[in-house]
């Protein structure tokens, strides 16, 4: 028996293990038993890829949470994948970090099914009718679980808020990774509150000028990178919790808001994305 052999009947033996054991599975099997491409040792890339930032010096109030809630998991698809994570400033215990992760298993791709030896293939094709749904289902708790856990840490007394910082550090991870679509949907009230700058004055959110902000960043090397063809969306953008910064506001008007809506289109831009929608606060299409 030569080595291809000896490979395909080792595969053939952990496939019929696999399949004896699926009627016992739980129904939200593990990551690493979940993709049924790991299953058969295929590799079928990822269609796209959505990452979302979640701004924890912002406490949204539980509508507010259960509609970014709904337009991640309405956006998870077969074929997609999504990471969550967590940032708001550089203080004890409140750094940037990845919450959870998920994906849905691409629709099976025809030429690569015949290219499969029958039995693999058929499996393959079993196991995806049967654990796509699984997947989603999957998707879904994880998705409400990580925000879950977020939103509930939220504090409004961290005394700033590094945004431009954290968006440049995502960027570098939306870089690396090798998913052909990549979609940003950062959730924060995007006012920035550092030692780059700082959107308040005083108690009030101040009536900034866009292109004064952009010089700061420019100065401070904080442009992110995304890399053409990345679409960023924004929710939260103005929305209040009367943390230190804002201790004396009580509305922010047009006029200050669509500053800083222009600041943030000129942000993206510079740093070589696309803007899908700013939500001021909620984005009202769908994340695409």
Request: aromatic fraction near 8%; glycine fraction near 6%.
């Amino acid at each position: 028996m030569n080595g291809r052999m000896i490979l395909m009947a080792v595969v053939l033996c952990m496939l019929a293990t696999w399949e004896a054991q699926a009627a016992g599975a739980p129904a939200v099997p593990r990551r690493h038993a979940s993709s049924c491409y790991e299953r058969v040792g295929v590799k079928q890339p990822l269609e796209a890829m959505l990452f979302v930032a979640i701004d924890e010096t912002v406490g949204l109030d539980e509508h507010f949470i259960k509609r970014v809630e709904n337009h991640v998991q309405s956006w998870m698809k077969p074929g997609r994948a999504v990471k969550i994570f967590r940032f708001s400033a550089g203080v004890r215990q409140r750094y940037a970090e990845p919450v959870a992760e998920a994906s849905i298993d691409p629709p099976a791709d025809e030429e690569m099914l015949y290219d499969l030896p029958i039995r693999v293939a058929r499996l393959l094709r079993i196991c995806l009718e049967k654990r796509t749904a699984l997947q989603k289902v999957r998707a879904n708790n994880i998705i409400h679980q990580a925000m879950e856990s977020i939103f509930s840490s939220s504090n409004k007394e961290i005394p700033h808020s590094d945004i431009i910082y954290n968006i440049r550090t995502l960027a570098g991870l939306v870089r690396q990774s090798r998913v052909k679509r990549k979609i940003v949907l950062i959730v924060s009230d995007m006012l920035e509150n550092s030692s780059i700058t700082s959107f308040y004055a005083k108690g009030h959110v101040r009536s900034i000028s866009p292109d004064k902000e952009m010089e700061k960043v420019k100065q401070a090397d904080m442009l992110a990178d995304f890399s053409p063809g990345v679409t960023v969306y924004v929710m939260g953008l103005g929305y209040f919790w009367s943390g230190d910064g804002a201790s004396q506001e009580r509305y922010l008007d047009p006029k200050r808001a669509e500053r800083i809506i222009r600041f943030w289109k000129r942000y993206f831009e510079a740093s070589h994305a696309r803007i899908g929608e700013i939500g001021h606060p909620l984005i009202y299409g769908d994340i695409l």
